[in-house]
């Protein structure tokens, strides 16, 4: 038995609206390393430094020498210590990219489909690398993340093209 008709366009119609929740999730990703990168301009390294002392003598993320507690006293370390323009601008870069391709999408403007593959397929290698050597365990997160949006994207541009040639077609009539 095949589904019909109606199976066809609520499945898609469920789709489109995860592609949708996922679109604005990115988004919200996005607007936040953007917002990121500008905090990051304005703070200094010192300053980091005393809110993550504040964060860990309050036991807010765990014990002071547990894993979270150490990456994120790494991270600042790592940060102050003169990995700052390349967080700032990859942050920057970053949140504009996926605004930018988050505002292409949502309007369905359908050239910036491929564009929008390649620079997220960047992403996940990137994410991957950085995971490998950093032991992230949320890169892996926002590669799938990443990896299951490329996949919806693929299908959306696929369904404008069959709804572009479907209106094309029926033109011709």
């Known amino acids: 038995m095949t589904a019909g008709p109606t199976a066809t366009t609520t499945s898609a119609r469920r789709t489109e609206q995860l592609f949708r ?4 999730v990115k988004g919200i990703d996005g607007a936040a390393e953007l917002l990121g990168a500008v905090a ?3 703070v200094s390294g010192d300053w980091l430094h005393r809110v ?3 964060i860990l003598a309050r036991d807010l993320i765990g014990p002071p020498d547990g894993t979270l507690a ?16 390349f967080v700032i601008v ?12 988050v505002a292409a999408l949502l309007t369905r403007w359908r050239p910036a489909y491929p564009p929008a593959v390649v620079i997220l397929a960047m992403f996940v290698v990137y ?21 299951a949006i490329i996949v919806m994207v693929i299908r959306e ?17």
């Open 157 to 173: 541009y696929r369904l404008l093209g069959r709804e572009a040639a479907d209106s094309g077609a029926g033109r011709d009539r």
């Open 127 to 147: 994410e991957l690398v950085h995971a490998w050597h950093t032991h992230s365990v949320v890169l892996p997160f926002l590669a799938a993340l990443d990896i």
């Open 40 to 42: 990051l301009v304005l």
């Open 52 to 54: 993550v002392a504040q």
């Open 21 to 24: 929740v996922a679109l604005v």
């Open 70 to 85: 150490r990456h994120l006293t790494e991270g600042v370390d790592r940060f102050a210590g003169g990995d700052r323009t």
């Open 90 to 101: 990859y942050l920057g870069l970053h949140g504009v990219l996926k605004l930018g391709l």
